[in-house]
């Protein structure tokens, strides 16, 4: 009797192109017959559950510009899409100025699969429930696909369209997320609720991050984005704007919560239910909001 839960990975050939371009041009010659390859963590799982066969794989993170993290003040971040979740959660360029991306990074699977585990990997499946994916959100994240027509970039609002529904297009593959260099003064969390403390997908998770902002009737700008709630990772526009519009306090940090859980459309499945997921988002939101709040008010004394 076999024990095996999984019969196994489908056959496949594997390729390593040379270039950007023949890596481009091979996934669009194979359209919907090969994928890309990176760190693999998700894509061989999918393959193991029978979700889908590609009959070949792209191996595409030894191409230029596909690892490696790249910081100034002027500039901001560039981080190559083939980068691991370990590398950005230990970089100190990340962890000093852009501490909601290491703290994301951080959060994904377990430490041996975040040695893995790509930054790109993580976006370009178009899951609900990527970790990264609200930190690209509210740092205003912009994705450097590369493709047939050359190179593009596409900001992070609009790269997700529907669960493992994405931006791309045919030949098309990430090669870099680039991040505008950090607000003077700003603070940032990412909260995230699982099953277990490590190694689960995200139940809900929480993005937070605000900034003076003398151009807001509270003089602050916040930024607030969500994962595992609706069927894309999505800004919660509507409590952004109550916390730009109104002072800052105990109360408007709770309606922002409100309004938050109110921008939620979970689902009932085998990790959560809508109800408890509603309840989390606003938990969590508050909670963020809170530790923010906090931290940029401790910034002005």
């Known amino acids: 009797m076999s024990y095996l839960p999984r019969p196994g990975l489908s056959e496949f050939d594997y390729v390593k192109p040379a270039s950007l371009p023949d890596a481009s041009r091979l996934l669009a010659e194979r359209a919907g017959e090969a994928r890309p390859f990176m760190g693999g963590t998700d894509l061989f799982v999918r393959i193991r559950d029978g979700f889908i066969r590609p009959q070949t794989m792209v191996d595409v993170k030894h191409l230029p510009g596909m690892r490696g993290i790249v910081f100034d003040e002027q500039a901001g971040l560039t981080v190559g899409a083939a980068t691991t979740m370990n590398e ?18 951080g959060s994904v699977a377990t430490y041996q699969l975040r040695n893995r585990a790509t930054l790109g990997g993580n976006l370009c499946n178009g899951s609900p429930a990527a970790d990264t994916a609200p930190a690209a959100l509210v ?4 994705f450097v696909l590369y493709g047939l027509a050359g190179e593009r970039e596409v900001p992070a609002v609009d790269f997700f369209l529907g669960p493992g529904k994405t931006a791309m297009q045919a ?4 090669t870099a997320v680039r991040f505008q260099p950090p607000r003077t003064g700003g603070a940032g969390k990412y ?3 699982g099953r277990s403390k490590a190694g689960d997908l995200s139940i809900v998770g929480v993005a937070v991050v605000g900034f003076p902002d003398g151009a807001t009737s509270s003089g602050y700008t916040f930024r607030i984005a969500l994962a595992s709630v609706a069927p894309v990772p999505l800004r919660a526009l509507e409590a952004e704007e109550v916390l730009a519009a109104r002072p800052l306090g105990e109360e408007t940090l709770a309606l922002a919560a409100e309004k938050t859980m109110e921008a939620a459309t979970p689902i009932d499945d085998v990790r959560a239910s809508a109800v408890y997921r509603k309840a989390m988002v606003r938990a969590l939101t508050l909670r963020g909001l809170q530790g923010v709040w906090a931290e940029l008010a401790g910034q002005e004394e």
Request: charged share 15%.
């Open 191 to 193: 909260l995230k609720l």
């Open 139 to 142: 740092l205003e994240g912009r």
């Open 171 to 174: 030949g098309e593959l990430m």
């Open 88 to 105: 950005i959660a230990q970089h100190p360029a990340v962890q000093a100025h852009y501490p909601l991306l290491a703290e994301a990074a």
